[in-house]
């Protein structure tokens, strides 16, 4: 960081009169650091996440994923049970990182979303 402070661009534009931020690297220092809090943080709450075969379908009528798999298990059908899990799992790390990824934008205002 000193490197890039002491460069020759940055020198010019202060020799041009450009002013020298002082509170913003402060602040830019102390966003940075709560990048990885968050990441640590979205991932910790994505590990106590507890999805289970046996959970309520959302609707009652018909058989859903969750009554499918709940006899799925009971049935000891493991192709069935490990196609529930990859897409109950994708669907959790999907939401999880776009949290994040969200957090990361309304933390650090230099990230910027096309």
Same mark, same amino acid.
């Given at each position: 960081m000193l490197d890039v402070l002491n460069a020759d661009y940055i020198r010019l &534009?202060? &020799?041009? +009169? %450009? /002013?020298? /931020?002082q509170g913003s690297r402060q602040a830019r220092a102390a966003v940075?650091?709560?990048? /990885?809090? =968050?990441?640590? +943080?979205?991932?910790? %709450?994505?590990?106590? =996440?507890? =999805? #289970?075969?046996?959970? /309520?379908?959302?609707?009652? &009528? #018909?058989? +859903?994923? &969750?009554?499918?798999?709940s006899t799925a298990v009971n049935n000891i059908d493991v192709n069935v049970v490990l196609a529930w899990l990859m897409v109950t799992a994708g669907w959790i790390v999907i939401v999880f990182n776009l949290i994040a990824d969200l957090l990361y934008g309304v933390l650090d205002r230099g990230i910027r979303y096309a």
């Open positions: &534009a202060r &020799a041009k +009169g %450009l /002013p020298r /931020p940075t650091r709560l990048i /990885p809090v =968050v990441t640590v +943080g979205v991932d910790r %709450l994505r590990s106590r =996440v507890r =999805v #289970g075969p046996s959970s /309520p379908n959302s609707s009652s &009528a #018909g058989k +859903g994923w &969750a009554t499918t798999s």
